[in-house]
């Protein structure tokens, strides 16, 4: 079994964790990471979310996450979500004890919007978490693939008991084999829904008519049931061969799980270096090249779509303003050609400036105008009062972030929650 090969790191961790936690009166966090072949994520992630809760990240920076369990969650709630989660990691990791190369690390997600009453089926996924897994597989940008592993160390802790529980995470879990039977979905949506949904548009062309917002994004749910229950890694290997463009996502919490497919960056940083995209204003792909084309140079002609896409620019670019410097951005949107469907884009990059991490330019950044509106305020009230459901983590930032202020958050787009 592969997380064997971490048993004696983790152990000597924790031991030196726990006395540093029971001198210093505080939980210390152990981590151990030590080398092993490649290892595929999604067969993985096959075998243990069936008994486990399982967070998969196949991201477009060139790292991928597979974690199991849970040693620590930050979590945060309400409108300060972002800066309590940044807190809470902060204090995990300050005089964290690493055995191997591998920073701590944690992933997770945040609400789109969370002054909205929470739904049950969202009961889970709070305002802000983000999860430290108790083992993980992962692999790095350079090719090279971990094993790791955490636990969040208390006072005088009973570290045989502590270990032995983490031992159970991964036993017996290889043997596990077979395939349940792929769902058959039909889709339940009322002429009541259709109608309401419609109702929604109309509202929110009105209110731009009047001068009360100049863009809302609108969403609705559709429900979806099957006589069988849904098999999670079937889905997510589906989203993987059909969006090589995309990055992947599933986050298991408590039973239910949060997958999608998004080619929307919302920020990306590697050694103080960040990234973003403005990604808004659509057409559709045609397998007809010179239809395709036509498409494209419609798209990148339209002065509605180029006002829709300038609107998030602004809005990037204010954000990151007083947080980066260096910034540089395209001189004009190109394109961004998908399976399906094409966007502008203009991409952004820079420097993060001291303190600011991350999480506190994610902050200001979400949400932008290509999931909100414009102005903010006024489309969320908008969508507040008529939208009439519970986004949860759809369109919200989902990612991960390490002790060394790398990280990678995308918005939780073209997703849905099983």
């Not at 090969?5 to 924790?14: E, G």
């Not at 204010?318 to 961004?336: E, K, N, T, V, Y």
């Not at 991350?358 to 509106?373: F, K, R, S």
């Not at 787009?413 to 099983?418: A, D, E, F, K, N």
Request: proline share 5%.
């Amino acid at each position: 079994m592969m997380f064997d090969v971490i048993r004696h790191s983790l152990l000597f961790a924790m031991d030196t964790a726990s006395k540093k936690a029971s001198a210093e009166g505080r939980s210390v966090l152990a981590v151990a990471s030590t080398p092993v072949p490649h290892a595929d994520l999604l067969s993985i992630f096959a075998r243990y979310s069936r008994q486990d809760d399982v967070s998969l990240w196949l991201g477009l920076a060139g790292r991928s996450i597979l974690g199991v369990g849970s040693a620590l969650e930050c979590l945060g709630q309400n409108s300060r979500r972002f800066s309590t989660v940044s807190a809470e990691w902060h204090a995990a990791i300050d005089g964290a004890v690493v055995v191997g190369g591998i920073a701590p690390f944690a992933l997770g997600g945040f609400r789109f919007d969370p002054a909205c009453k929470i739904s049950p089926m969202w009961k889970n996924f709070k305002d802000g978490a983000l999860s430290i897994p108790r083992l993980a597989v992962l692999h790095l940008e350079d090719g090279g693939c971990h094993v790791v592993a955490a636990d969040y160390v208390p006072p005088h802790a009973d570290l045989v008991g502590r270990f032995e529980r983490m031992v159970s995470l991964w036993k017996n879990r290889d043997s596990i084999a077979g395939s349940a039977p792929l769902a058959q979905p039909v889709l339940l949506e009322s002429e009541k829904e259709k109608l309401r949904w419609h109702t929604l548009v109309h509202a929110a062309l009105r209110d731009i008519s009047q001068g009360k917002a100049r863009k809302i994004v609108a969403a609705r749910m559709l429900r979806v049931k099957a006589d069988v229950p849904f098999t999670v890694p079937a889905i997510v290997q589906r989203l993987k061969v059909d969006n090589p463009k995309a990055a992947l996502f599933a986050f298991g919490r408590k039973g239910a799980y949060f997958i999608g497919a998004t080619p929307e960056v919302l920020l990306a940083a590697n050694a103080g270096v960040f990234r973003t995209m403005a990604l808004a204003g659509s057409a559709p792909r045609s397998e007809d090249p010179v239809q395709d084309a036509a498409f494209g140079q419609g798209l990148l002609a339209s002065e509605k779509e180029r006002q829709e896409h300038d609107f998030v620019v602004q809005a990037v670019s204010q954000a990151l303003r007083s947080r980066c410097r260096c910034i540089a951005m395209d001189a004009s949107p190109s394109l961004h050609k998908l399976k399906s469907v094409q966007h502008l884009v203009t991409h952004f990059e820079g420097e993060i400036m001291h303190p600011c991490n991350i999480l506190d330019i994610i902050e200001h950044l979400h949400p932008t105008p290509a999931v909100g509106g414009v102005p903010c305020n006024s489309a969320l009230e908008f969508l507040r009062a008529h939208e009439g459901f519970d986004r949860g983590w759809y369109a919200g930032p989902v990612g991960w972030l390490d002790a060394l202020g790398n990280g990678e958050f995308m918005v939780s787009l073209r997703s849905g929650i099983i």
